[in-house]
């Protein structure tokens, strides 16, 4: 199985036959860009790295919620491929602001399981990570067809979840969001554990203590692989960096996550946008 990550919380699962996007966000526009308007696709820069991932047997797109960095880019994505997007009644909106055809949108509810070629995926109610300045949106959902250009807080988060993957005899647990339900994993265990960080590095240490008990200790990974520590405003044809001081310390982040690791016995990798490893 290969997995591809784009930065933020965008994964491509191929395992040779099918491949499946999680969350869809490579046009990552400027915070400058967006104050000062509305934004749409960069279908060129879209374009070209799917031709360089040889991103042409994509089936199915599942959104985790639908905050333009996780859903921006699924309705070019499908019309492209012909993949059909999974995601909650926001995703819908989305996809039908993008002209996405009603057979290409499947609206999904927490407890599911979807079986897409050899893929088995769970769709697992989670919490999205605590509001700030420029997510204070959490609960509220997308009413509307969401037409492209669109403003950042046009992108409501219209309620968040996680994917539980099984393929290839290996079992696989995204959780984009830093965040926890208590009980929600208890009787899961997976082998990867992608597990969004947006949030640690400013966590208490009460905050910090539940959520790796409801997570790396309910699941027991062999390997966690960090989400959501990059800048998503930086264009993924610049370098990668991380989110400004004023937003996440992400380098507490990287220490916290390594000192649990270390305490667990779980291996940890940083994986860069642009690159794949073989699970």
Request: a negative charge.
């Amino acid at each position: 199985m290969k997995i591809t990550f784009f930065g933020t919380t965008t994964l491509l699962f191929d395992d040779g036959t099918d491949q499946i996007l999680f969350d869809c966000h490579f046009t990552r526009p400027s915070l400058l860009k967006y104050i000062g308007g509305s934004e749409g696709t960069n279908t060129t820069l879209m374009d070209e790295l799917f031709s360089k991932h040889h991103i042409d047997r994509l089936k199915a797109i599942f959104v985790s919620h639908t905050h333009h960095d996780h859903v921006m880019d699924a309705p070019y994505a499908a019309l492209k491929t012909g993949a059909v997007i999974y995601g909650s009644s926001s995703a819908m909106n989305v996809a039908k602001g993008g002209s996405v055809p009603e057979s290409q949108q499947v609206r999904f509810k927490a407890g599911e399981t979807y079986t897409v070629g050899q893929y088995r995926i769970k769709v697992l109610a989670s919490r999205h990570s605590k509001p700030t300045i420029l997510n204070n949106d959490l609960g509220v959902a997308i009413d509307l067809p969401l037409k492209q250009p669109a403003k950042l807080r046009d992108y409501k988060e219209g309620g968040s979840f996680d994917f539980y993957v099984e393929a290839e005899g290996k079992k696989i647990l995204i959780r984009p969001s830093f965040n926890y339900i208590e009980g929600q994993l208890d009787g899961y265990q997976c082998d990867v554990l992608f597990l969004g960080i947006a949030g640690l590095g400013k966590a208490d240490p009460k905050t910090e203590e539940i959520f790796f008990r409801e997570t790396v200790e309910k699941v027991k990974p062999e390997l966690i692989i960090p989400l959501h520590w990059d800048n998503f405003f930086s264009p993924l044809d610049k370098p990668v960096v991380s989110m400004p001081h004023v937003v996440e310390k992400t380098e507490e982040s990287f220490f916290k996550l390594a000192k649990r690791c270390e305490e667990y016995g779980v291996n940890c990798i940083l994986q860069i946008p642009r690159t794949s490893i073989e699970i």
